[in-house]
Structure formats: C-alpha cells, structure tokens
C-alpha cells in the first residue's frame, strides 16, 4: 500500500474557498476507482507556517499511484481547480 499526502496553501485562506477545495478532493472518493482511503483535512491554527489544506490517500501500489496521477477525472476536475487555487503545496508518498 502507498500513501500520498499533499498539503495546500491556497491563494484564497477564507473558510468558503478551503471548504471547496475540501469538497472537490473529497469526490475523488466515488470518481477515482483507484483510491482505497481519502481523508482531508482543514487548518484551524492559520499560523503563517500552516497550510491550509491536507490530502491523504491510500492507494495498492506504486503502479496505482502512477495510474492515479494520470486519472480521468483527477486530471480534469481535482488537478484543475487545486492548480487554480493554491498559492503552493508539498507532497510525499510512502510505503505503508
């Protein structure tokens, strides 16, 4: 299993524009078949180190998380707003 974790700094920290974007990742639940687990998550701290958002997916393999990166809908809807609207973001993946 592999997990991949984004975090997000959007050009926008108001409440609405996270609760969006929080939103839009989360429909990847029922429109990516690749992905086993998603959570996401929204800062309350709002220090000026915070992100504003965190994505955490579980995925089978390293193939899934290539096959993911190139999803349909990921692509088109999830990777097009999130470009959009961070300012920035960081990631990592890792074996579970």
Do not use: W
């Not at 996270?18 to 639940?29: G, Q, W």
């Not at 990516?32 to 504003?52: C, K, N």
Request: net charge negative; aromatic share 6%; proline share 2%.
């Amino acid at each position: 299993m592999i997990r991949h974790i984004v975090c997000f700094k959007l050009k926008d920290h108001s409440e609405e524009a996270c609760e969006t974007a929080r939103d839009i990742l989360l429909s990847m639940k029922d429109n990516v078949p690749l992905v086993r687990e998603i959570s996401v998550g929204i800062d309350f701290l709002h220090s000026p180190r915070s992100y504003d958002l965190i994505l955490q997916v579980t995925l089978d393999n390293r193939e899934a998380l290539n096959d993911y990166q190139e999803d349909a809908y990921h692509v088109s809807v999830v990777k097009k707003h999130m470009h959009a609207a961070a300012e920035s973001s960081i990631a990592i993946d890792y074996d579970l």
